[in-house]
């Protein structure tokens, strides 16, 4: 019998060399906390200040993931090139673009600090484009993809698209005359083709689902992902149909929002019975993962307020407040693994 290998000493090399491209997923689903947070403080005041904490803690948590994640590029170029060639990591890397848009929203709706939000999110979209275009195309010129490596995480690059308009949408009002019409466009374009390379990418998924083995324990939180367009899109569809002038009777679009949501809601009941029937015989072990939770839930409590206040429905709301406390807690403990996975190094250990 082999003896476990021993922990390898961590060091900021080394810290830099195994620091996950998802690493930026911590701050999507704190920021979609924050945002669902500050929203439901207007009902429950008592929630505003755990709202601002969420947003000035994912501001200084973006600031310190971002040090590894960019110097990386620098010093441990031949780390990035392999995570980039490996057809499941790979998927992770425009979270960091994705990121950035989620903090263009927090910064939009905490404060106002449009400057900022502009800046963070016409950043966001060129990061997104740049490292989704790259991502499709390592794929398809390559011939290293099978279906062991179909999961959820093929809809990362997707979900970045349809959160253009998330953010983007409120923005427009405060863009320059002269970027106005490019701005909307580019809302428009994330917002299609979101919502088509989504389209397809579940018909691959549910083909690994349907006729494949299961998805190993460490990847089941990824089965959660597919909330995050499904909430997305309904916020972001209403944000650009509020926006655009030639959008007409912006009623027409709410029953095609509330089909999108009700297939949402439909996922959430299902996530929650695959992950309680994988985890009565098999335990979940903890790993970066489990931040696939977070953004989801908290993009999907974000489109249930959403839709609840364009058509006065009551249903999508009680779903919503179900996702903020499943998000709530979810969020703590997960952060609570994740800084303990830092403190004794875990997290950065190279993989067997």
């Known amino acids: 019998m082999t003896a476990p290998a021993s922990p390898v000493p961590v060091s900021f090399p080394l810290i830099l060399k195994t620091f996950a491209p998802g690493w930026p997923a911590a701050v999507m689903g704190t920021g979609a906390f924050a945002l669902a947070t500050l ?47 490996h057809p499941v990591a790979a998927h992770f890397y425009p979270s960091y673009g994705i990121a950035l848009l989620v903090l263009a929203g927090e910064l939009r709706a905490f404060g106002g600090c449009d400057t900022a939000a502009l800046a963070a999110w016409w950043l966001g979209v060129a990061l997104l484009f740049g490292l989704t275009l790259a991502v499709l195309l390592s794929i398809f010129q390559g ?7 179909i999961t959820p995480g093929i809809f990362i690059p997707p979900v970045g698209m349809v959160v253009i308009p998330m953010a983007g949408g409120p923005l427009l009002a405060v863009q320059p005359e002269a970027l106005r019409d490019l701005a909307l466009t580019i809302n428009g ?64 679009y709410l029953l095609t929002v509330f089909l999108i949501w009700g297939f949402g809601a439909f996922w959430l009941v299902l996530a929650v019975l695959f992950t309680w029937s994988v985890r009565k015989s098999t335990p979940l072990p903890f790993s970066l993962t489990w931040w696939a939770f977070t953004f989801p839930l908290g993009a999907f409590t974000l489109g249930s307020q959403r839709l609840s206040e364009a058509t006065g429905l009551s249903t999508p709301l009680a779903f919503g407040w179900l996702a903020w406390t499943l998000l709530a807690a979810i969020w703590t403990l997960t952060l609570v693994k994740t800084v303990a996975g830092v403190a004794n190094g875990k997290l950065f250990q190279p993989l067997p």
């Open 189 to 252: 374009l994330g917002l299609g083709a979101g919502i088509f390379m989504y389209t397809a990418l579940l018909a691959l998924a549910f083909h690994r689902f349907y006729v494949h083995k299961r998805l190993p324990p460490m990847m089941v939180p990824t089965f959660w992902i597919n909330l995050a367009p499904l909430g997305v899109i309904v916020v972001s569809l209403l944000n650009l149909v509020a926006a655009a002038p030639f959008a007409g009777d912006k009623s027409a």
């Open 39 to 85: 929203h439901f403080s207007h009902r429950l005041p008592v929630l505003a200040g755990l709202a601002w904490a969420l947003h000035w803690f994912n501001l200084a948590l973006f600031v310190l993931i971002s040090i590894p994640w960019l110097l990386r590029w620098i010093m441990a170029w031949p780390a990035v090139v392999a995570s980039f060639r």
């Open 143 to 149: 011939e290293h993809v099978n279906l062991d490596h």
